[in-house]
């Protein structure tokens, strides 16, 4: 039996949504079916066809589990197994996940919901699924060995618990944890309040941030990797392939970022303030916000930012940790920023045909278009309306806009800035019309590019009886 | 084409010339035996240089093969026409045949006279002496100088052979250390852009002092590495110009860049053995002095004929495999009627001969199974290196610089990819070189050429 949904068209970055479809995957008749998703473009968000009303959330590039209604409880259906997911066109891993994607399907429920979720597991070995952030009984917390044995390959489990409190939560395995989760097994949970008007919101994005080591040119992450990630992604995607984030001039936005990598990651909005408005733990007090523009989500956490989206334009929207913005690099590329290649240059192209001198001014490489190794992204990409945005990772872009529809998450295009408000080149008339440009006290010139070693040494013998008695 | 009768060709001729009572002192009869059997084997013309006139043509002829950088086939002919020691062996042949001329001629007689006066008495004395020994043991000085003769022609070609087939291998040697020591610069020169980068980088304040050093270090025992190169092709090469005999401006020649590339295929041979017993100048020559030992104690009445081949040799048959093809051949000498005591010493003397003939045959036998052994095993490794070290090589360079393409990568990573790329090259020209060299000693083993190659499949390797 295959049902189908019409899903929004994600027309950012080329993308264009699949219709998912509904699959039966399930053996028993008593089971729900599963429901996959074939695209990795961002779901138009998924009324409620029943139960208590909510005001559905946005996956960014991703999708909500539909579920049935049996005898009063919320049946959701997750099948755990292999996927192969894109990060951006050009790129894809395999990974594992939850019905067709990684991360899974985001689960939405009403505060009191009774919930019964059924988990097939389709790896090679055991899983579970934890709710991280549930207030529920012990006995369905899913940590594998201490409240329930694992899932073993082929089987399924039930859970069954009520939502008790609203809030933002995550779900994951509990069972060989970092493998499971190097591999890309995480999903989003939200519990909306019984009040639909309570904390309501006109844009609601929901991301988990996750971080893989995928060697250039191969597919797979290298789940022993404890710290040097080289692909930081949100929900499992890199810019370019994220797409933006748009909102309607005013529109009260909420985005939800759950952190499941192994560091932290202060994301940072640009052109607005917002108040961290919720926890994992719950919702904030209004009398203990604080305005910020940047807020760190530490590991294991959930944080939900709140603003109004009053400045039109297009808005840089990323963790400022600056490698988590790049995507593949070489770590151990020393720097050759100030490094005249002259003479070498030649030396090395006699012997390396097709050599060309590159970060002899620095780590951009402009506009150039570098064959690179199979399945292998730009560490900084992405076209924008000025030339190479020089990104990746964990960035993408809040658009605002006046006069968009209610529910429209299309992508509006490069904002068309008002005339003489974009930074532009100085032509001006004559070095007069330029104000002076003051040194620093003391600043010294910087060393000729080729001259002597920087001035870095241990002070001489002579400096040191100088400050001796001082 | 020199068979297996071709020393009875020798003899026949030489009996002619006995009965003929008078024989030729041209030396180049007998040296034309020789070379004829050297072209048979090795491809080459020897000649024998007789005037002044001869060694300038020789030079201008040199000359005009050196204008070119210097094939195998240029350096072997040179080698076999101008090298003064194998000239001076050429000259051997004419000494035996001037031997054989003299062997055929008696002492002048001598005629005397005397008178003696003495007590009224006076005694004269006409005598006319003739040597007469001599004239009795002509018809076996003859014989003997006749086999001198035969033995000499088959050492001279022989010497040939040896000389061409050294010439060949000392040839294969110098190109090769020739080619080498052009990827030892390259290998050098993958060192200095590393240590030249990283000094510029030091220079900048992005590298350290350590890092210089180490850098350094590499390129300084890379330069350490094309100095022994540069010490081995000269070697090489000097030992090709003693095997050529040039000097002065002659052994400036020019030596071709690389060796050979690899045949498409290996020559496929059958009946390697038979060859070599039919075609090898030492199976040759025991066969000749075996028969030569017969003739010498006047054995005369054939029985029957022995195959030499088993005398004292095995039957070595694998189970499956069809006998082996040494015995279709006619490695036979005949075995005489021994009769009274007398003959007890010349039965020993001629089955020492026969087991000798035996002993060289079967070495014959193994050295051409060895040699074609070597060669095919070589062969296999040289395309293993051509076909698939020397491709993954082209590859991780291919992926190396996309990985720098992408920031992935330093340039430090490609030079030194640079550096063992040329190491794997370096172990491919040696892998050819061995190739080149066991075709030499199949050859040698066999007493033959093998067939020209079939054109190479044009899998080059790499600059
Ligand atoms: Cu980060």
């Known amino acids: 039996m295959t049902n189908r949904r019409s899903f929004l068209t994600g027309a950012g ?26 695209s990795s473009a961002t779901a138009a968000p998924l009324a409620p066809t029943g139960g208590r009303p909510y005001n559905p959330v946005v996956t960014l590039n991703g999708w909500t589990l539909p579920w049935r209604m049996k005898d009063g409880v919320k049946e959701f259906h997750l099948v755990a197994e292999p996927v192969v997911r894109e990060f951006a066109p050009g790129m894809q891993a395999n990974l594992w996940g939850y019905n067709g994607q990684s991360p899974g399907p985001t689960i939405e429920v009403v505060e009191g ?92 994005y929901v991301m988990l941030l996750s971080s893989y080591d995928i060697e250039p040119g191969s597919y797979t992450p290298r789940t022993n990797t404890m710290l040097d990630f080289n692909l930081w992604t949100i929900n499992s995607r890199v810019f370019p392939g994220l797409d933006p984030m748009v909102a309607r001039l005013g529109d009260k936005v909420r985005i939800r970022v759950g952190n499941l990598t192994m560091t932290n990651h202060p994301i940072h909005l640009h052109g607005h303030r917002f108040e961290v408005a919720g926890t994992d733990g719950g919702w904030v007090p209004k009398s203990a916000r604080w305005p910020e523009v940047t807020t760190d989500v530490a590991v294991g956490q959930m944080r939900a930012i709140e603003f109004v989206a009053d400045a039109p334009g297009d808005w840089a929207f990323h963790c400022h940790k600056s490698h988590h913005t790049m995507n593949a690099m070489g770590h151990d590329v020393p720097t050759l920023i100030g490094v005249d290649h002259q003479g070498v240059a030649e030396k090395i192209n006699k012997l390396v045909p097709g050599y060309m001198v590159m970060g002899d001014k620095g780590g951009s490489m402009g506009d150039m278009k570098m064959p690179l190794p199979a399945n292998t992204l730009p560490m900084m990409s992405g076209d924008g309306p000025f030339g190479n945005l020089e990104m990746g990772g964990m960035f993408t872009v809040l658009k605002v806009r006046e006069g968009l529809k209610r529910g429209d998450y299309g992508d509006p295009g490069w904002y068309r800035h008002p005339a003489g408000t974009v930074a532009r080149e100085w032509t001006g008339d004559g070095a007069e019309a330029l104000p002076p440009a003051p040194r620093a006290p003391d600043a010294r010139p910087a060393p000729a590019p080729a001259g002597q070693a920087m001035d870095a040494r241990k002070p001489g013998a002579k400096d040191m009886t100088g400050h001796e008695h001082h | 084409m020199a068979s297996p009768i071709s020393w009875h060709a020798t003899l026949a001729v030489s009996l002619g010339l006995l009965l003929a009572g008078c024989a030729s002192v041209t030396p180049e009869r007998a040296f034309e035996a020789s070379a004829a059997a050297a072209q048979a084997r090795t491809g080459v013309d020897a000649r024998l240089l007789r005037s002044d006139a001869d060694r300038q043509a020789l030079q201008a002829e040199i000359d005009t093969l050196l ?154 025992e890379a330069g350490a590495g094309v100095l022994r190169a540069d010490r081995e092709a000269n070697a090489a090469r000097e030992h090709l110009t003693r095997q050529l005999g040039l000097w002065g401006k002659q052994a400036l020649y020019k030596l071709p860049e690389r060796l050979p590339d690899l045949p498409a295929a290996p020559a496929e041979l059958a009946g390697i053995e038979r060859t070599a017993l039919s075609q090898r100048l030492d199976v040759q020559a025991a066969r000749a002095a075996a028969s030569g030992t017969a003739a010498d104690l006047g054995l005369t009445r054939t029985t029957r004929f022995v195959n030499v081949l088993d005398l004292g040799y095995a039957d070595k048959r694998e189970t499956g495999e069809p006998k082996s093809d040494g015995y279709e051949i006619g490695l036979e000498l005949p075995l005489f009627d021994w009769g009274g005591a007398r003959v007890a010493r010349a039965e020993a003397v001629y089955m020492q001969s026969l087991g000798q003939v035996a002993a060289v045959a079967v070495n014959a036998r193994s050295e051409a199974r060895a040699g074609y052994l070597g060669y095919r095993a070589s062969y296999d490794v040289a395309r293993h290196y051509r076909d698939q070290v020397i491709p993954l090589r082209k590859q991780i360079a291919d992926e190396t610089l996309l990985r720098y393409n992408g920031m992935l990568a330093s340039p430090f990573e490609l030079l030194a990819d640079a550096r063992e790329q040329a190491g794997a090259v370096h172990a491919t020209i040696e892998a050819l070189k061995d190739f080149w060299l066991a075709q030499v000693d199949l050859e040698t083993a066999i007493g033959m050429r093998l067939p020209a190659p079939s054109p190479t499949d044009k899998k080059d390797t790499p600059q």
Not at chain 1, 167 to 176: L, N, Q, R
Not at chain 2, 93 to 103: L, M, T
Not at chain 2, 163 to 174: K, S
Not at chain 2, 190 to 204: F, G, V, Y
Request: charge should be neutral; aromatic fraction near 6%.
């Open chain 2, 67 to 220: 204008q070119a950088p210097l094939t195998q086939d240029a350096a072997v002919r040179i080698a076999a026409l101008n090298h003064p020691g194998l000239q001076a062996t050429y000259w051997e042949a004419g000494i035996a045949q001037a031997d054989v001329a003299q062997a055929a001629r008696l002492r002048n007689p001598g005629f005397g006279f005397s008178r003696m006066d003495g007590g009224g008495n006076r005694e004269t004395e006409r005598s006319v002496s003739i040597d007469l020994a001599g004239l009795l043991t002509m018809p076996l000085r003859q014989r003997m100088a006749a086999r001198r003769l035969d033995e000499t022609t088959l050492r001279v070609a022989a010497a040939i052979e040896h000389h061409v087939n050294a010439t060949r291998r000392a040839w294969i040697e110098a190109v090769a250390a020739r080619q080498a020591l052009t990827y030892a610069r390259q290998v050098a020169d993958a060192a200095d852009a590393s240590s030249a980068l990283m000094a510029r980088m030091t220079q900048a304040g992005n590298a350290s002092a350590l890092d210089l050093a180490r850098e350094s270090a590499f390129h300084a």
């Open chain 1, 13 to 38: 970055a080329g993308i264009t949504a699949l219709g998912a479809s509904l699959v039966s995957r399930a053996g028993a008749a008593s089971l729900p079916e599963a429901p996959t998703h074939t």
């Open chain 1, 113 to 204: 919901d009774r919930v019964r979720i059924f988990v097939t597991n389709r790896l090679p070995e055991h899983t579970s699924v934890h709710w991280h952030g549930q207030l529920l009984p012990c006995g369905m917390d899913g940590v594998t060995g201490l409240t329930q044995p694992g899932i073993q390959p082929g089987k399924t489990f039930v859970y069954e618990f009520v939502a008790r409190h609203a809030g933002t939560f995550m779900y994951h395995p509990h069972a060989d944890e970092m493998q499971q989760m190097a591999m890309g097994m995480m999903g989003f949970w939200v519990t909306h309040p019984k009040n639909p008007r309570q904390h309501a919101v006109d844009r609601d």
